[in-house]
């Protein structure tokens, strides 16, 4: 199975998109989800558009590293998952559940805001390990 080269500890090139500070514009929508209660849609919506903006740049960027488009496509499916759809869900049920539990507004932010560098890591793992046993095998096999 080909091994995605932006992960690969021993690579000395750097991954604008993974291993910078531009990396925390793909969890734009989890403060959106966390502010939710607190902001007017279109701050939630505009958190979205940003985490998506950079899901797309990643993407883009992985294609065009070696025009290779499945590159492209597992960047973008891994991103859409992992910065995006999963958190997403994740801290939007976090808030939702301490809404219902306090009835201070801020309380659900708190807790929002909270989560997301626990959630971190054991989403990426787990979406890693969701798409080496699908989408990967029949993606990136060179064979």
Known sequence: ??????????????????????????????????????????????????????????????????GDVRHGVDALVWQALASVAVPGVVVNRVVALAGKATARPFVPTLCGLGCIPFIIKPIDALVDAAMDATIRPFLLDDG
């Open 1 to 66: 199975m080909a091994v995605d080269a932006s992960r690969d500890p021993v690579a000395k090139e750097v991954d604008i998109y993974r291993d910078t500070p531009v990396r925390f514009l793909g969890y734009a929508n989890e403060i959106g989800e966390s502010f939710k209660p607190m902001v007017p849609r279109a701050f939630y919506f505009g958190s979205y558009a940003v985490a998506c903006t950079y899901v797309a740049a990643d993407a883009k960027h992985k294609f065009d590293a070696d």
